[in-house]
Nanobody, 114 residues
Framework: QVRLVESGGGLVQAGESLRLSCEASESIFGITIIAWYRQGTNESREFVAGISNGGRIHYADFVKGRFTISRDNARNTASLEMNNLVSGDTGVYFC????????WGQGTQVTVSS
């Protein structure tokens, strides 16, 4: 099964940017839709953004205009460019499929201070 490793998180100030990366252990071509999810402290995991093999993209309303998702099947990676971060974006970010059928990785922590 494909294993996913997220990276790129960190501590930033409100208004700053981060770029998250998701590296897969093997080809992601078979993952029709790859997505980013996040989980805040004491909150359930929620969908952030997803991208299909054909390039169709869907964003959660709370990130529209601020985040950009991309995928590179040749490099088995997916990325999430996050701009104009706000404190509400704080959480652990994960990548996975839609629907979720892969094992969850460790995620990468994003902390936004206001």
């Amino acid at each position: 099964q494909v294993r996913l490793v997220e990276s790129g998180g960190g501590l930033v100030q409100a208004g700053e940017s981060l770029r998250l990366s998701c590296e897969a252990s093997e080809s992601i071509f078979g993952i029709t839709i790859i997505a980013w999810y996040r989980q805040g402290t004491n909150e359930s995991r929620e969908f952030v953004a997803g991208i299909s093999n054909g390039g169709r993209i869907h964003y959660a309303d709370f990130v529209k205009g601020r985040f950009t998702i991309s995928r590179d099947n040749a490099r088995n990676t997916a990325s999430l460019e996050m701009n104009n971060l706000v404190s509400g974006d704080t959480g652990v970010y994960f990548c996975n499929s839609v629907p979720v059928y892969l094992e969850w990785g460790q995620g990468t922590q994003v902390t936004v201070s206001s």
